[in-house]
Nanobody
Framework: QVQLVESGGGLVQPGKSLRLSCAAS?????????MAWYRQAPGKKRELVAG???????NYADSVKGRFAISRDAAKTTVYLQMNSLKPEDTAVYYC???????????WGQGTQVTVST
């Protein structure tokens, strides 16, 4: 099994920045093939925010391109989401996910609240 622990959420004013972190641990002793951040706002479906593969290929939702950046540490077991120029519409619970193709396993974190408000 894999456990994902997120941190870094909170309340921030519009235009400010936050950095989310997600650390993977557990029985699988290799890096996930893909790690990603999703978010879900009240009354809306969960949506992909950004993803990153082991080689470092990234993809972003159009709504966050140019403002958010996803990265992984050298061990590839921790993923970060640097969020700049935050907007009220970025308010959501942010979830980390890790996908292991060999095991056809997708793990999820518990979520961290990000609120952008004056």
């Amino acid at each position: 099994q894999v456990q994902l622990v997120e941190s870094g959420g909170g309340l921030v004013q519009p235009g400010k920045s936050l950095r989310l972190s997600c650390a993977a641990s557990g029985d699988i002793l290799r890096a996930a093939d893909v790690m990603a951040w999703y978010r879900q706002a009240p009354g809306k479906k969960r949506e992909l925010v950004a993803g990153i593969t082991i080689p470092g290929t990234t993809n972003y939702a159009d709504s966050v391109k140019g403002r958010f950046a996803i990265s992984r540490d050298a061990a590839k077991t921790t993923v970060y989401l640097q969020m700049n120029s935050l907007k009220p519409e970025d308010t959501a619970v942010y979830y980390c996910s890790a996908y292991y193709a060999e095991y056809e396993l997708e793990a999820w974190g518990q979520g961290t609240q990000v609120t952008v408000s004056t």
